[in-house]
């Protein structure tokens, strides 16, 4: 049977491994959607809350990005943004104009004002994740993530803007397939260019910049079914267990066996509720010596047994 754990089935080197390859694995995306959005004159469209991810592209021209309880955001031609569980928000060419009401989610394409060359052009898209798992990522992003323009940590993003708008202009056969991947490459490269941004991200994204404590992150999310140490991590990460017990907390917001904890419970409950393991696989695969002591330690995390949780998500 194909293992639902992506770095499970053997212990590969510590350097080869990536949390946000496994974060985005548990996380399922299950609605991707994609939308341009024309605009001309004074101008202003309203979008309702959104989970779980909104992103977009200034393809042509400028607007303004404004959230709801927040300052507005002047964008520029060939800035991304990202919004992590956005609440109300206004694209718009003047801060003055009332606003259009726009769908709850973007879909198709959007033409506001007159029939003439467009001055703004914004291509968008949003990313539905499993409940149950999504807090892993929205967790740790802002309300807004921007890389603009001119920002060397987005030269990548620049080619993509163009592949974007140009299957977005020809709509070519396969063309949802080749955006919705489109998408996704574009959420991978905002989420990298927020991990190295020069003010620290929250939580584990942003401790993936440290050397020793990212070392660790990709240690743990490379071989979840290794019975980690405090020692062994600590080796990993070049600290002595004390320094490194405290920098993790510090930085990703819990202790190192307990975020480890954490995440193979995340993995157990996504795998429990597909029903794609027996429970004492599932016991080896996340590092336990026996389904009891799997099982106690669910318990304890999750507030039931693994067979009651199974249950009750197969019955939903």
């Avoid at 592209?57 to 607007?63: P, T």
């Avoid at 033409?111 to 003439?116: A, L, Y």
């Avoid at 149950?132 to 920002?151: E, F």
């Avoid at 954490?262 to 080896?284: C, F, G, K, N, V």
Wanted: aromatic share 8%.
């Amino acid at each position: 049977m194909a293992s639902v754990f992506p770095y499970t089935s053997s212990r590969p080197p510590v350097d080869g491994q990536d949390p946000i390859t496994a974060a985005i694995g548990l996380l399922r995306p299950r609605d991707v959607g994609h939308a341009g959005l024309h605009a001309t004159g004074s101008w202003a469209v309203q979008f309702e809350p959104t989970p779980h991810v909104e992103l977009g592209v200034v393809a042509r021209g400028d607007c303004w990005l404004v959230l709801e309880g927040h300052e507005p955001v002047q964008l520029h031609e060939g800035d991304f943004y990202l919004l992590g569980n956005p609440p109300r928000y206004r694209l718009a060419g003047d801060l003055d104009a009332p606003p259009q009401d726009a769908t709850s989610s973007w879909e198709g394409s959007l033409r506001i004002g007159p029939e003439v060359e467009e001055s703004t052009y914004v291509c968008g898209g949003y990313f539905g994740f499993d409940d149950d798992n999504a807090g892993v990522l929205l967790d740790v992003l802002p309300p807004v993530v921007l890389v603009r323009a001119g920002d060397p940590r987005g030269g990548a993003l620049a080619h993509l803007s163009a592949l974007l708008v140009a299957e977005m202009d020809t709509r070519g056969v396969g063309g949802s397939l080749v955006l919705d991947h489109l998408a996704q490459i574009v959420f991978v490269h905002m989420l990298r260019a927020h991990a190295e941004a020069t003010t620290r991200p929250a939580g584990w994204l942003g401790a993936l910049r440290d050397d020793g404590i990212g070392a660790a992150l990709r240690a743990m999310h490379g071989d979840v079914a290794h019975r980690w140490t405090l020692a062994e991590l600590a080796d990993i990460s070049l600290m002595s267990r004390s320094a490194f017990a405290s920098a993790f907390k510090r930085q990703v917001g819990n202790a190192p066996l307990d975020y480890l904890i954490q995440w193979r419970m995340s993995l157990a409950r996504d795998a429990l509720r597909r029903d794609t393991r027996s429970i004492s696989e599932l016991a080896s695969a996340t590092g336990y010596e026996s389904e009891s002591a799997f099982s106690t330690a669910f318990r304890r995390v999750v507030g039931s047994s693994p067979r009651q949780f199974r249950n009750e998500a197969l019955r939903r």
